[in-house]
């Protein structure tokens, strides 16, 4: 494919019905070497292209340093950072490491780049539909109009001098859900590299992923990446080739409920106190899992007329959408950027 030319380019959509399959698999059988690890309530496993008992080692140990970045990042422990932010931060400025501090700083920026479409303190809005204990209701006008006051990237004050944290409403909290995996994954692979280990496969709960290197000692294509179907998992709509680069997949195919008549899921658009979106899925390819995590969860959560809004910015990266066909089962995929795929995702040539 290649880049965009117009000022704005059109997505060209292309259909993939449900049972169609995409291999990966090109029959010259190789050992891969799985590592898994459990943390951030998904798993995260590495993967290896052969039988190493060094690089092995090397990369359990490096899995290893996720339990020390969930202990500063998750909600769920009380004397986390982030913890202690939501804690206190409305009512004194809250000092976090320089590691925190720097993924905050980040986060705000892709705020500011996806006009707030990304906000790390939406979570009084997931509460107020349920998500965050997973039983969504549909809450009424007056309590997303109370949620959506707590919630604003904006009122959040760093302060890079004294690196700390304080909100300027009662009430607000920071979630980093969106893009601590990636953070993490980042994390690894930047102590796989400095230990020698350069030929890797990264993911955390398959949404966010880190490739490195290559697949096979006799290709330098890189690593093939299967693309799910939103709403069938197991199922892959295409696949691509990713080297050296990271890709974020944001959707709300797996979290939702219906209420009269109508779906609702679970990726709530800030700006407006309502889930978002009119695209099944969102998947964006960059050089570091932590903006493809943000990324795609602000493109997704704007939705297809801001990509092509947005695709023209300097920050804006390779992104495929994906988004319900007009039968049932089927999907419609299209991609602004430069993708390499292993194979085309319908039989008609892609030239978007």
Not at 48 to 55: G, Y
Not at 220 to 228: D, F, V
Not at 235 to 253: F, M, V, Y
Not at 307 to 313: A, C, E, G, K, Y
Request: proline fraction near 4%.
């Amino acid at each position: 494919m290649s880049s965009p030319q117009a000022d704005h380019p059109e997505i060209q959509w292309l259909k993939i019905e449900q049972q169609s399959s995409v291999n990966l698999d090109d029959g010259n059988h190789r050992l891969l070497t799985h590592i898994s690890h459990r943390a951030m309530a998904t798993d995260f496993v590495a993967i290896l292209p052969d039988e190493n008992p060094e690089q092995i080692e090397l990369t359990v140990d490096a899995l290893e340093e996720l339990n020390h970045i969930e202990s500063r990042l998750t909600i769920y422990q009380p004397e986390s950072e982030i913890s202690l932010v939501n804690r206190f931060a409305a009512k004194r400025p809250v000092p976090v490491s320089w590691s925190t501090f720097r993924l905050l700083e980040r986060s705000m920026q892709w705020s500011r780049s996806t006009e707030g479409a990304f906000d790390i303190t939406a979570g009084p809005l997931v509460d107020a539909w349920g998500f965050s204990k997973r039983q969504g209701r549909k809450p009424t006008r007056k309590e997303i109009d109370s949620a959506r006051q707590r919630v604003g990237y904006e009122k959040i004050e760093l302060d890079s001098a004294k690196q700390t944290v304080r909100f300027n409403e009662a009430g607000m909290s920071v979630n980093l859900g969106a893009i601590g995996k990636g953070f993490a994954l980042d994390q690894i692979a930047g102590q796989l590299r400095e230990r020698g280990v350069v030929n890797f496969l990264l993911h955390g709960g398959n949404s966010s992923v880190i490739a490195s290197g290559n697949q096979r000692a006799d290709d330098s294509k890189g690593w093939a990446i299967g693309l799910s179907h939103p709403t069938k998992p197991g199922h892959r709509l295409t696949g691509l080739w990713l080297k050296d680069q990271a890709l974020g997949t944001s959707g709300s195919g797996k979290q939702f409920f219906h209420h009269r008549g109508r779906r609702y899921g679970h990726v709530i658009d800030p700006r407006s106190g309502f889930p978002a979106g009119d695209l099944q899925s969102l998947t964006t390819i960059t050089s570091a899992a932590t903006d493809a995590d943000a990324c795609a969860t602000g493109l997704f959560v704007a939705g297809s007329n801001a990509v092509i809004r947005w695709s023209t910015q300097e920050w804006f990266q390779p992104t495929i959408l994906v988004r319900s066909g007009d039968r049932q089962d089927s999907s419609e995929i299209g991609c602004i950027g430069e993708v390499s795929w292993v194979s085309s995702p319908s039989d008609a040539e892609h030239k978007h």
